[in-house]
């Protein structure tokens, strides 16, 4: 018998609301890669910084998260499609990792772990060259949060868009692109992120573990559709560092 899903990651390309052709045209956007050195603070398994790097022969990419199962998993991908000479994945904290100013810096979801969307904005300012660019991924609120939403997320843990981007604008930089998640993106994201248990519940019906698997997808769905679907948005903004 297998254990149930330690996460709801399997059936995620990227873990945020993203789609193949989103994920092309942010690339797109970070240019020029060419023999750039493009560095993904809170990586996962870092399928947009292979792309990336897949995208432009000459880049080269540098990734960086704390969780083994995105690492490894990351690892097995740079493998199988012939990156090892490319890309490096490391196993560590962002706040202390540490590697010379880069070209290019992504950090998308990952802005909890610098203590919020401010501290994200300086800490990637220090870590960019001059004119270099950051794909910064992050939530707003599209419209009010309501009550369902409230029982977990904190009114101030998102402001607007457009608090967003003038908050980047503070933070020294300028906005060279502005992508919003899509209701399509955001509800495949859920719908695979949950998909990861119900499948494992379909083969495991019985497992001893199922009726807490069965508990966490269906609080998931709850807050999904309940709670902040339509409300909750993700955006990506690319900034030239001033
Ligand atoms: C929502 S996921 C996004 C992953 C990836 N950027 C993507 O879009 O697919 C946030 C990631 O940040 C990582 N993370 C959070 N805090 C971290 C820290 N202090 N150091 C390293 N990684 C961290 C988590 O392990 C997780 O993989």
């Known amino acids: 018998m297998n254990d149930a899903p330690a996460?709801?990651?399997?059936?995620?390309?990227?873990?945020?609301?993203?789609?193949?052709?989103?994920?092309?045209?942010?690339?797109n956007s970070l240019a020029p890669l060419?023999?750039?050195?493009?560095?993904?603070?809170?990586?996962?398994?870092?399928?947009?910084?292979?792309?990336?790097?897949?995208?432009?022969?000459?880049?080269?990419?540098?990734g960086v998260?704390?969780?083994?199962?995105?690492?490894?998993?990351?690892?097995?991908?740079?493998?199988?499609?012939?990156?090892?000479?490319?890309?490096?994945?490391?196993?560590?904290?962002v706040t202390t990792w540490e590697t010379p100013p880069a070209d290019v810096v992504i950090s998308i979801g990952a802005s909890h772990a610098w203590g919020g969307t401010r501290r994200t904005l300086e800490a990637m300012h220090a870590r960019l060259k001059p004119g270099g660019r950051l794909l910064l991924g992050d939530g707003f609120w599209e419209s009010e949060p309501n009550a369902r939403t409230l029982e977990v997320f904190a009114p101030d843990e998102f402001g607007t868009l457009d608090e967003l981007v003038d908050l980047a604008m503070a933070c020294g930089y300028r906005l060279l692109n502005l992508a919003t998640a899509?209701?399509?993106?955001?509800?495949?994201?859920?719908?695979?992120?949950?998909?990861?248990?119900?499948?494992?519940?379909?083969?495991?019906?019985?497992?001893?573990?199922?009726?807490?698997?069965?508990?966490?997808?269906?609080?998931?769905?709850?807050?999904?559709?309940?709670?902040?679907?339509?409300?909750?948005?993700?955006?990506?903004?690319?900034?030239?560092?001033?």
């Open 7 to 27: 996460n709801g990651h399997a059936y995620l390309d990227f873990n945020s609301p993203l789609s193949d052709t989103k994920a092309y045209d942010l690339i």
């Open 65 to 93: 998260d704390s969780d083994d199962y995105a690492i490894d998993r990351g690892n097995a991908n740079i493998e199988a499609r012939g990156l090892g000479e490319r890309v490096r994945l490391d196993r560590a904290d």
């Open 182 to 242: 899509t209701l399509d993106e955001w509800d495949s994201f859920e719908s695979r992120w949950c998909a990861g248990r119900e499948r494992w519940l379909l083969e495991n019906p019985d497992h001893p573990e199922a009726a807490e698997a069965r508990k966490i997808v269906d609080d998931h769905r709850d807050l999904w559709l309940k709670g902040y679907r339509g409300s909750m948005g993700f955006a990506y903004l690319t900034l030239a560092r001033r």
């Open 34 to 62: 060419r023999d750039a050195t493009v560095v993904d603070y809170g990586c996962g398994w870092a399928e947009l910084l292979l792309r990336a790097v897949e995208h432009e022969a000459g880049a080269i990419g540098l």
